[in-house]
């Protein structure tokens, strides 16, 4: 009877999943800008964004930093915005916005009443044709990124740990040093290095728009086109690739951080990039380990034998190449090689035993809920857009994505664990408390 009741719970989802398709027109200008409309009536919002293709591994070695400094450096003033007043205009006109920046792209997004949407296009269409790149912003946004710094890494507890761990498992790809990058390099660097950065990507022929929610598409289309046609076309940009040769490890290291009392163990293994199945995958196994209270380490190691104060494990996809990585910080006596060992059996057990099928309806439950909730706000929606199209080269994702799960067995759960998630084949990080 339960079977039958899980069985009919996932038909219910199903259905209601496919009811609530995103509908949403795309398109090319001649200048090579991909445009994304989604009109959604239902709320009096619009979200104006622009997605580039341009992350910290577009960085130089000797000029790392660049693309996150750029996240900043782009709301200092165009030519016909005063520098400052970006962020005045926008709340002054009922709105929100922000901006991100990943090792593969930089996102800057405007949340508006949808009345305002023309100003939201102007906006972000300044920021593309008529940024002002000077010294005094330059040299203002230094100082911004060198606190930020300061406060989210430098003297964050664990604030350094992913980046302790990228630089050790990657060799060739810049995945291996930060998106925040090198305070140094920014402090180097001169005016003309940013403006040269600026001028390679940050061209439409290596964007996309996207507009989402109360809009009425005519006029969004004729809005865009007398906004973002002028701008010119620039360069195309060649990307580079970049192979890694197999982890032969485990490669063990350590990291002493000043502004922690309890150490973590991290383990990391290089995965492929997100658009793979196989990432998908390690999505399901990561929630199969740690997500929720009834998760298995979480109820092994945290709620019974009271081993960690805190267990986790995700994969960090990226486009390239991913990293799975599993960590947790011992409790009393325990240490972190007690966690790892307890660790590698439930990962043994991954990769010789099929979990039940009872967990595996429980993960196909999470993940129906998951893809429901990411399309519930034009915000969510218009960042699926963008991201699909640019990362994925697969806009329709939002409505076919919970579809590579669905299509996901336990049968595959088993193999990519075997095929990853393998001790001779992952970095091993100690990350303790300085020692005085």
Known sequence: MKNVLVALFLLGSSAAITAQQVAYEEYDLDNGLHVILHQDNGAPVVVTSVMYHVGSKDENTEKTGFAHFFEHLLFEGTENIQRGDFFKIVTANGGYNNANTTQDRTYYYELFPSNNLELGLWLESERLLHPVINQIGVDTQKEVVQEERRLRVDNAP??????????????????????????????????????????????????????????????????????????PKGQNIVKKTYEESPIQGPIQTQFEDPNIQIPMILLGYRTPGQAEKDAYV???????????????LQKKLVDEKRMALQIFAFNYSLEDYGAYLLGGLPLGSNTMDDLVIEVDEEIEKLKTELISERDYQKLQNQFENSFVNSNSSVEGIANSLARNYMLYGKTDLINTEIDIYRSISREDIREVARKYLNADQRVELKYIPKQN
């Open 282 to 296: 390690l999505n399901m196994i990561s929630s199969y380990l740690s997500d929720g209270e009834s998760s298995v």
């Open 158 to 231: 664990y604030g350094q740990l992913i980046e302790n761990m990228f630089k050790n498992m990657f060799v060739n790809h810049p995945y291996r040093w930060s998106v925040i990058g090198s305070l140094d390099h920014l402090a180097s660097a001169t005016l003309e290095d940013f403006q040269e950065f600026n001028k390679v990507y940050y061209i439409p022929n290596n964007a996309v728009l996207v507009v989402a929610g109360d809009l009425e598409m005519s006029e969004a289309k004729r809005l865009i086109k007398e906004y973002f046609e002028p701008i």
